[in-house]
């Protein structure tokens, strides 16, 4: 069991990569650092990125972008096109996740163009979501099963000792 447990969280924690329209996002997850890396693979220079995420702080874009924060959605601006992701590079976006309520899943991510490009959104990108209202049933439902099977338990265990002991014994 530990082995499939080992295997599905080196699995898990492997960059991520989502390719569109001359545009690369690999995803790399550390503890609870999640790191966008964008590759411009000949497009016009990328000089916006957007995306939803969910309990995040410290975001933190390349020199010479501008950072917006607006609830949930971190959006960074390239301040000049020399600092934007021009063919063949790469810049990478990073957030903290707090641990309250968020869990992985896919988000969409949008970069901007440099000129009259619409915008690119990339549907599948992972990134820290917020904790289905599924999963917190789920959990306190086991919780519950775990203690309605202890407590069966010791009645049982406690009707046998009773049983196998005779009157005048104690």
Not at 13 to 41: C, D, F, M
Not at 112 to 133: I, N
Not at 140 to 157: C, D, E, P, Y
Request: aromatic fraction near 6%; avoid cysteine.
């Amino acid at each position: 069991m530990w082995l499939w447990m080992t295997a599905l969280l080196a699995v898990s924690l492997t960059p991520s990569t989502v390719e569109h329209e001359g545009v690369r996002v690999s995803v790399s997850i550390q503890s609870h650092i999640y790191t966008w890396a964008i590759t411009n693979l000949g497009t016009p220079p990328i000089s916006s990125f957007e995306i939803e995420l969910h309990n995040t702080y410290v975001q933190q874009a390349p020199a010479g972008w501008a950072i917006e924060i607006d609830g949930d959605r971190f959006r960074a601006l390239a301040t000049h096109e020399r600092e934007a992701i021009h063919p063949n590079q790469t810049k990478e976006f990073t957030a903290r996740v707090s641990s309250g309520g968020a869990v992985l899943g896919q988000i969409p991510l949008t970069v901007g163009f440099d000129g009259a490009l619409e915008p690119l959104t990339l549907v599948a990108v992972w990134g820290p979501v917020r904790k289905p209202r599924s999963m917190v049933v789920l959990v306190a439902l086991t919780v519950a099963g775990i203690a309605v099977v202890h407590a069966l338990v010791l009645t049982h265990r406690n009707r046998k000792t009773a049983a196998g002991t005779a009157p005048g014994d104690g």
